[in-house]
């Protein structure tokens, strides 16, 4: 067994919110009480998404929240060489074809992919490149939630693995990195459940070793949405940093004794760090957060 080594993955699309933190938190108490590593990485493959700035924005904000890394931090945007490896390499084996369908068709074949272009060799101008997928995963073991069971025809689709604009999908680039950084276990938000099968499709084909999986639950706001970027979930709290990590550990169902409610974060987290109980976590899919 590889010693442990977990990760927190971020998308620089604007500072960490009340729901990033939680996941944040989650992934570091988890790593450290067995001992492991903690990585961060910056998924910063979206360009038309991302702030100017954010990267910085958050590396500052884990601090303040004296969430301390591990080693460098990695950004996929200076992945491109390696993810184009993989490309070949897969393509080489038959394992990927080009395919310029229209969304639109898609959609009129019921929104999964018929496999329409798999074997029609088309060129790469102007094409997405899809995975053959041959090895359709279609339940995994969660750590946190037990067994998950996908719809079928979602995880055996031939998925997209870099888009027709050029930018890589996130489900390749997700994989080849967490492969390279050693990753033994991916403690994430549970928004992230669905897309765990393909994940696990592309380690069967890549024949690397696929890491435990641990999904926790999701901050949802007084409306019953998730705290996302896209909700505009206003940044994390820089100004009462002790009360907010207070407030996720409780959510995460690991409570601070009384007396470490307003201590300075690195005790809180000490704490933390050793009295944490993967049983404790909540297995609900969603916790309200509180008014923020
Ligand atoms: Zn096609």
Request: hydrophobic share 35%.
């Amino acid at each position: 067994m590889p010693a442990y080594v977990g990760r927190f993955a971020p998308s620089p699309s604007g500072p960490l919110h009340f729901g990033s933190l939680l996941a944040a938190v989650g992934s570091y108490l988890r790593a450290r009480n067995l001992g492991g590593q903690w990585l961060v990485r910056m998924e910063d493959i979206d360009p038309p998404r991302e702030v100017p700035g954010a990267a910085t924005t958050i590396l500052h904000q884990l601090e303040q929240y004296g969430l301390h890394w591990d080693g460098s931090v990695r950004y996929q945007s200076q992945q491109n060489e390696r993810y184009e490896a993989i490309l070949a390499q897969l393509y080489e084996q038959r394992l990927s074809y080009h395919c310029d369908c229209p969304r639109k068709r898609i959609k009129a074949v019921g929104g999964i992919y018929d496999r329409h272009c798999r074997n029609l060799a088309k060129p790469a101008e102007d094409c997405a490149v899809r995975l053959v997928n041959q090895h359709g995963c279609h339940q995994f073991n969660d750590l946190l939630l037990g067994q998950i069971e996908t719809d079928s025809a979602f995880a055996s689709e031939d998925f997209i693995l870099k888009r027709r604009d050029g930018l890589y999908a996130y489900q390749l680039a997700v994989v080849v990195d967490d492969h390279d950084q050693g990753i033994t276990e991916i403690v994430r938000g549970n928004d992230l459940l669905e897309p765990t099968v393909r994940q696990i499709s592309l380690y069967h084909t890549l024949n690397w070793q696929t890491p435990s999986f641990l999904h926790l639950p999701l901050a949802i706001n007084v409306d019953g949405n998730k705290l996302s970027k896209q909700n505009h979930a206003p940044a994390l709290d820089s100004t009462n940093v002790s009360h907010t990590m207070a407030t996720a550990l409780d959510l995460l169902g690991q409570p601070l004794p009384a007396e470490l409610n307003k201590a300075p974060v690195a005790e809180q987290l000490n704490y933390a760090v050793a009295a944490f109980e993967l049983t404790r976590v909540p297995t609900t899919r969603q916790l309200a957060a509180p008014c923020r």
